[in-house]
């Protein structure tokens, strides 16, 4: 069967697998499951070469984050769903110390369901220059700074050739990516996050490869926040008839109600990543300072 195309490790491992056998028996990828705030997590680490080029996916850890219970309005399912994104991207960030972050928003806000990244950047807290200004009445705060890439068809700039003087110039401990990724799995779309400390090659899930933004071409360490909205045409095919469509090329589908879960979902990886940057900050005092 040809590859379905993907952004989530957790689903490249799923279509390598028979039925109803686990990711960890692919030789160099090791899949661990747990809860956390009510949400379930699944853990893909590729850790070998061999598991590397089964996945397709560079080596690291691919976190996966079942937000079911966010769209059920489970109880207290923000504070939570917060909650838990902030605590599984503390696990992926380096020791910061006094270090920044610069989080940097990848998309075209103009087409919602490739906003996820510039409408994060709207929830995020940002404070590197309130702490330059006056460092020691917020000496506890982590100097955070953002930048919206925007897309290179409307910039005509790639998004590396952006970041990278950026990076060189404010010299961060660590840059969080934030985009919209392509699914394998209508059930995924808009209801799932992936967190890697890997980076990203943005436009890959849509065939539209740009240059990587990770360690390895920024000199820091990259954690990449993304959100499935759209999945491949003939992938939907499949998945609901058995049949891979044959003239479903470059057709890709997103969720009828994406505006509002592009929008709910942006607002949780903001307030998640400011949490998770900001720790000593309620969610009350994050609503409250972002005005």
Known sequence: MAELRTDL?????????????????????????????????????VESE????????????????????YFQR???????????IASELRQLLPQLQQGCVLAVGLGNRAM???????????????????????????AFFTPVAALAAGVVGQTGVETLELIAPVVHHIKPAAVIVIDALC???RHRLCSTVQLSDTGLVPGSGVGNHRSAINAETLGVPV???????????EVLAQELTGHRAQDGSGLFVTPRDVDSRVRELSRLMGYGITSALQPEL??????GLLG
């Open 74 to 84: 489970q109880e207290r399912y923000f504070p939570r769903g917060t909650a838990c």
């Open 282 to 287: 309620s969610i009350e005092e994050i609503t």
């Open 50 to 69: 061999e598991g590397s080029r089964a996945l397709g996916k560079p080596m690291g850890r691919y976190v996966t984050v079942d937000l079911q219970p």
């Open 9 to 45: 490790a957790l689903e490249a491992a799923e279509q390598l697998t028979a039925s109803g056998e686990k990711a960890k028996k692919i030789a160099g990828v090791r899949l661990e499951e747990r809860r956390c705030e009510g949400y379930s997590i699944t853990t893909v680490t």
């Open 112 to 138: 919602v369901c490739d906003a996820v990244g510039p409408f994060a950047l709207e929830n995020l807290l940002i404070t590197r220059h309130i702490v330059a200004e006056q460092p020691q009445q917020f």
């Open 183 to 185: 699914a394998r799995s």
């Open 223 to 233: 954690i990449a926040v993304g959100v499935p909205t759209v999945m491949a045409g």
